[in-house]
């Protein structure tokens, strides 16, 4: 069975950091590039970050650029997001999805998702 | 960004119906599109890429359409399991998505 299960969300105050992780499981991480989509609350998705499947290419949206940071460990099958610098507007499901082919295309496989709240 | 304007926001519909949901792109995006399914707590689904290619297990009740700015998402005749909200995704440039559009129950 293919799974993809985020960690890590929390409560978080503005200013604060958080490490999420995504562990992957029934197929071959290492050949799949990697999303972060987020979603606030009543909201739309939101794409945040890609990865390639050798971590050696990465995108980022302007609302995160420079304060996020995806990472990825292809020998633990785990994906990383460093949110540095968080804002209230960062509250949000995050999901880790994998692409299904490259660095761009549609996501065929979703984790659960994991809640990160940002609020004083 | 390349914005994606979905319509409508809201459609309700009875079981047996045709739906159609619509997607508009700010610019051509050829047929790098994607669309999902997504109920209620949990993950989007994914049922469409490459604008009109089934994913593999979805219903052929679902079907996908169109390229450069106009897409089209339909069901041809809605089931119960059916409802629920869907969101339309461009890949030409980084991924954007469409606001959603929710499928009640009429």
């Known amino acids: 069975q293919v799974h993809l299960v985020e960690s890590g969300g929390g409560v978080v105050l503005p200013g604060g950091s958080l490490r999420l992780s995504c562990a992957a499981s029934g197929f071959i991480f290492k050949t799949y590039g990697m999303y972060w989509v987020r979603q606030a609350p009543g909201k739309g998705l939101e794409w945040v970050t890609v990865?390639?499947?050798?971590?050696?290419?990465?995108d980022y949206a302007d609302s995160v650029k420079g304060r996020f940071t995806v990472s990825r460990d292809n020998s633990n099958n785990t994906l990383f997001l460093q949110m540095n610098s968080l804002r209230v507007e960062d509250t949000a499901v995050y999901y880790c999805?994998?692409?299904?082919?490259?660095?761009?295309?549609?996501?065929?496989?979703w984790g659960p998702g994991t809640m990160v709240i940002v609020s004083s | 960004d390349i914005q994606m304007t979905q319509s409508p926001s809201t459609l309700s519909a009875s079981i047996g119906d045709r739906v159609t949901i619509t997607c508009r792109a700010s610019?051509?995006?050829?047929?790098?599109v994607a669309w999902y399914q997504q109920k209620p707590g949990t993950a989007p689904k994914l049922l469409i890429y490459k604008a009109s290619t089934l994913q593999r297990g979805v219903s052929s009740r679902f079907s996908g359409s169109g390229s450069g700015t106009d897409f089209t998402l339909t069901i041809s005749s809605l089931q119960s399991d059916d409802f629920g909200t869907y969101h339309c995704q461009q890949y030409r440039r980084n991924p954007t998505f469409g606001q959603g559009t929710k499928v009640e129950v009429k």
């Open positions: 990865i390639r499947f050798d971590g050696n290419n990465k």
């Open positions: 999805a994998r692409v299904r082919s490259g660095t761009s295309d549609g996501a065929d496989i």
């Open positions: 610019q051509s995006v050829s047929d790098w």
